[in-house]
């Protein structure tokens, strides 16, 4: 993989220092049968200005700053999604008690379980947005970098793990009314599960398309 | 749609259901301060069943109830009597009969339903104020 593109980018360097334009270097590769993609990503790393040789565009780099941003953005979306379904879940638990468990027993574990919700929500969440903030602003003023490396892999990761969560939670809502065990209190759940991970995944799609048509 | 306006959007509307959430949490939680109140009347609870084991213990042993808790700072593993965790004077004992006795608290709140169930045997509701509960010296075991 890595040879392969060296070699384009060599091949791109050398036609654009001998003048062709873009355009036809396109064609050419076209006709060798190189993916669509790939020849449009590596003419981009040429910028379009007349120079005597070419000149790079400066890519996405790893930065140590960027990569705590968007770690601790991430973190802090995973743990207010969490929290925030927990706290949901445990409304749905007091009002849907389950008859199998003693109802002082559960009250009491519900209300600890509501104590450590609220305290990842009160810290997490404003946290995460504040830095999403900080990110976007910081995005906007240096269009050169859209997404840096960490940037596209992490929000890939996100939408693997929202994804996931929609996935499972449709398969246990299927196998539930398969078993025609299908309670409010069930199904409260499951809706909360897949709109909390399905508004995430939804987002971050947007988020990585966006960035991807600006490039 | 200008995407900075969905994800505006989008912030406003997941920060209302994390405040409503937040909001709807506060009416479930009791206050700090009466929180701390009930952890108080769990320790009395607590520092009282330890006061009737080394009574029962010391029962068992003398076959006699003791005459008061001072008693059973020389007799049993109890190094101190326990006593109230906020005005720290001791809980009041008091012998009814030959078989059975007396022990008060005053508590902070009345117990809450819930916790009840919860800490199991041993446990007794309350209401706010001195309370006294009464307790029967185990009946002696057939030595064979």
């Known amino acids: 993989m890595a040879s392969s593109s060296q070699n384009l980018e060599q091949f791109i360097r050398a036609a654009l220092e001998k003048g062709i334009p873009k355009t036809e270097i396109e064609q050419c590769l076209l006709q060798a049968h190189w993916p669509a993609e790939q020849i449009k990503n590596a003419l981009g790393q040429f910028a379009d200005i007349a120079f005597a040789i070419p000149v790079p565009k400066p890519r996405p780099y790893l930065s140590a700053r960027e990569a705590f941003l968007y770690l601790l953005m991430f973190t802090t979306l995973y743990l207010s999604a969490c929290y925030l379904g927990s706290l949901l879940f445990s409304f749905i638990n007091l009002g849907f008690p389950d008859p199998a468990m003693e109802k002082s027993y559960s009250w009491r574990s519900e209300k600890d379980s509501i104590r450590l919700s609220v305290s990842f929500l009160l810290v997490a969440y404003p946290t995460f947005l504040f830095i999403?903030?900080?990110?976007?602003?910081?995005?906007?003023?240096?269009?050169?970098a859209r997404l840096t490396v960490i940037g596209r892999w992490l929000t890939y990761l996100t939408l693997f793990?929202?994804?996931?969560?929609?996935?499972?939670?449709l398969v246990s809502l299927v196998y539930n009314v398969l078993g025609g065990e299908l309670t409010i209190r069930f199904f409260l759940k499951v809706l909360v599960v897949g709109v909390i991970a399905g508004t995430v995944f939804w987002f971050y799609l947007r988020e990585l398309r966006d960035g991807e048509r600006e490039t | 749609m200008n995407p900075s306006t969905v994800t505006k959007r989008l912030a406003i509307a997941a920060s209302a259901v994390v405040i409503a959430s937040l909001i709807g949490a506060a009416f479930v939680l009791e206050s700090p301060m009466t929180q701390r109140q009930r952890r108080l009347d769990e320790r009395?609870?607590?520092?009282?069943?330890?006061?009737?084991?080394?009574?029962?213990?010391?029962?068992?042993?003398?076959?006699?109830?003791?005459?008061?808790?001072a008693v059973l700072e020389e007799e049993t593993e109890m190094r101190r009597p326990p006593a109230d965790p906020v005005t720290n004077m001791p809980y009041e004992y008091k012998t009814l009969n030959e078989s059975s006795f007396e022990l008060c608290a005053v508590f902070s709140l009345s117990s809450s339903y819930e916790s009840g169930r919860y800490y199991g045997d041993g446990y007794r509701a309350h209401a706010a104020g001195k309370q006294c509960f009464k307790y029967n010296k185990p009946a002696s075991r057939n030595k064979e």
């Open chain 1, 161 to 169: 793990v929202s994804a996931s969560f929609v996935i499972g939670d």
């Open chain 2, 44 to 69: 009395r609870l607590r520092d009282i069943q330890s006061i009737v084991r080394s009574v029962q213990s010391y029962a068992e042993k003398h076959n006699a109830l003791p005459k008061d808790i």
């Open chain 1, 132 to 144: 999403s903030r900080r990110i976007r602003q910081e995005l906007s003023s240096k269009p050169a």
